[in-house]
């Protein structure tokens, strides 16, 4: 069966970086694009961009452009999103979606405190 | 961006009861509308898409309607299961955008 899961949960401080992982099966990779969406506590879902899992090429939405950075390890089925310079608004539940959002990674909680 | 705005935000219900909830939209999206179900601490799970086609294996109690700006979705006989925060979101107009969610609590 179709599954994205994704790595687990995240304590870091301001300014370090995060890299998460979303590792998809039971389809092929290539075939469909990677979103990301973020969900701060308590709040609501935000389109973060997507990834074109066949070549690479990433698409950030306005908010997300310049700390953010989508990439894949194709060989491995994986999309992952690295966070740097990380601040206190970055603690939130990431998750992966692919299969035009039919189907969705658990989620990644990850917090930022000093 | 296109702002997608829920109604109502909160809706305390019993089960068996009709539920319906709106969605619209600052401009008009088309039929590129979806719906997603969010259970406490699960990630979201679509339950329509297109604005009125239901997503393989979601029971047919879950209806979606609409076109334009205005949306509906219904819930015929609402279940202790269907308790969740419910988000329309259209994919008509980059960036895709969600509505706020409408949580449905038990009265």
């Known amino acids: 069966q179709i599954q994205l899961v994704q790595s687990g949960p995240e304590l870091k401080k301001p300014g370090e970086s995060v890299k998460i992982s979303c590792k998809a099966s039971g389809y092929t990779f290539t075939d469909y694009a990677m979103h990301w969406v973020k969900q701060a506590p308590g709040k609501g879902l935000k389109w973060m961009g997507w990834?074109?899992?066949?070549?690479?090429?990433?698409t950030y939405a306005d908010d997300f452009k310049g700390r953010f950075v989508f990439s894949l390890e194709a060989s491995a089925s994986t999309a992952n999103l690295q966070i740097s310079n990380l601040k206190n608004e970055d603690t939130a539940t990431y998750f992966c979606?692919?299969?035009?959002?039919?189907?969705w990674g658990q989620g990644v909680m990850v917090t930022v405190s000093s | 961006d296109i702002v997608m705005t829920q109604s109502p935000t909160s809706m305390s219900i019993s089960v068996g009861d009709r539920v319906t909830m709106n969605c619209k939209a600052s401009q008009n999206v088309g039929s590129n509308v979806d719906w997603y179900q969010q259970k406490t601490g699960q990630s979201p799970k679509l339950l329509i898409y297109?604005?009125?086609n239901r997503y393989t294996g979601v029971p047919d109690r879950f209806t979606g309607s609409g076109s334009g700006t205005d949306f509906t979705f219904t819930i015929s006989n609402m279940q202790a299961e269907d308790l969740a925060v419910y988000y329309c979101m259209q994919s008509n107009s980059y960036p895709p955008t969600f509505g706020g969610g409408t949580k449905l609590e038990l009265k």
């Open positions: 297109k604005a009125s």
């Open positions: 979606a692919s299969r035009g959002l039919s189907h």
């Open positions: 990834i074109n899992t066949y070549t690479g090429k990433p």
